[in-house]
């Protein structure tokens, strides 16, 4: 039931009419609904290379199954290093990049506080200070110990934990669109739940019209929509998983510095660029930053735009994206920053 829940709420929806979609496949992986059309390209073949290939991103990074690398570095740490596969040693290593590219807001160390607080679960709870402050203790990105020799990782002290959940789907993606490049495809939607990549098109000289949608539940509005093309779209939002307890809003991106969800004006944040990797860590880390902050940190970075959502349906976007609006919805207005 949760899962349909889950399925109903997908962060984008795509302005093509359903006609347009002759051919897509529906996978559940990665916690997520994962859809992907590629319309008169598609083969089973190619297909069924995909979810192989969310299969193989899920066993290697879902803190979840036990027998993950990420799980199995986790159960070392503090002991041992653990060999990992190329894969995961890249993703770690650009994880920890990340982490001071963004000045700490995005924190792949974070595992210990995130599974505190059990968010996405049946039973999620609100923990007492002390114990959020003590786990934050064991969140220092600074103790991954990674060796490019033996391409090992290990965390330094005991209760660390790794926690890929705000990039692993951006890599899971480029992995997929790489699959299709090589297999020719040169028009497709990746959609692996609201991480998407967009390749080629919607047909030769007419771009894609990417919607981000609004947060009412059960509803495909778009908030804002625009033209894209050959670009990958990620939002990290509040609306998708949280818990309500005592009338306070708790949802799933965390402030690095405190332990507990980010407080700000922000609904979410979508990050437009050309990699899937960067624009899902940069989604967490912006939104963690706040409007004013995640503004002036992206429009630094060449090559990336925002979308901005607030609480009080504002939508603030950086100037790329402004010129390419095609529709505002009449509920919402775009505010000069
Ligand atoms: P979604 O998973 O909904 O696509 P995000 O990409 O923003 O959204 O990722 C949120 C996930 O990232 C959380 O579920 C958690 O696993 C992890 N996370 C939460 N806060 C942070 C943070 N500050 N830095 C790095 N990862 C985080
Ligand atoms: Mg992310």
């Known amino acids: 039931m949760k899962k349909i829940l889950i399925l109903l709420s997908v962060f984008f929806i795509f302005s093509c009419s359903g006609k347009d979609i002759q051919d897509y496949k529906v996978f559940y992986a990665l916690d997520t609904v994962c859809r992907i059309s590629l319309y008169d390209q598609g083969t089973d073949e190619i297909y069924k290379a995909i979810e192989q290939e969310l299969l193989l991103t899920e066993n290697l990074f879902n803190s979840h199954i036990t027998n993950s690398e990420i799980s199995k570095i986790n159960s070392e740490a ?104 090589s297999e020719g495809i040169t028009k497709g939607i990746i959609d692996l739940g609201g991480n998407i990549i967009l390749i080629g098109e919607k047909k030769p000289g007419y771009p894609w019209t990417a919607g981000i949608r609004t947060p009412e539940e059960n509803t495909f509005d778009a908030a804002i929509s625009f033209s894209c093309k050959d670009k990958t779209i990620v939002t990290s939002g509040i609306y998708e998983r949280f818990f309500i307890k005592d009338g306070v809003l708790y949802h799933h991106i965390f402030n690095p510095e405190t332990g507990f969800p980010v407080e700000n004006r922000l609904l979410s944040v979508s990050v437009i660029s050309e990699n899937s990797i960067t624009a899902d860590a940069l989604s967490t880390a912006i939104f963690v930053m706040g409007l004013e902050k995640g503004m002036e940190y992206v429009k630094k970075i060449p090559g990336t735009e925002a979308v901005f959502i607030t609480k009080e349906n504002e939508i603030f976007t950086t100037a790329g994206i402004r010129e390419n609006i095609i529709f505002v919805n009449p509920a919402y207005k775009i505010k000069d920053f």
């Open 78 to 181: 503090g002991k041992n290093p653990v060999i990992v596969s190329p894969e995961t040693f890249n993703l770690v290593q650009k994880s920890i990049e990340l982490w001071k590219s963004t000045e700490g807001a995005f924190n792949p160390a974070l595992g210990p506080v995130i599974s505190l607080w059990k968010i996405g679960s049946e039973n999620p709870v609100v923990p007492d200070s002390d114990t959020i402050a003590e786990k934050l203790s064991l969140c220092n990105p600074d103790q991954i110990i990674i060796n490019n020799e033996n391409l090992s990782i290990f965390l330094n002290t005991p209760g660390m934990a790794l926690d890929l959940g705000g990039i692993a789907k951006g890599f899971c993606a480029e992995q997929i669109k790489n699959i299709c490049i």
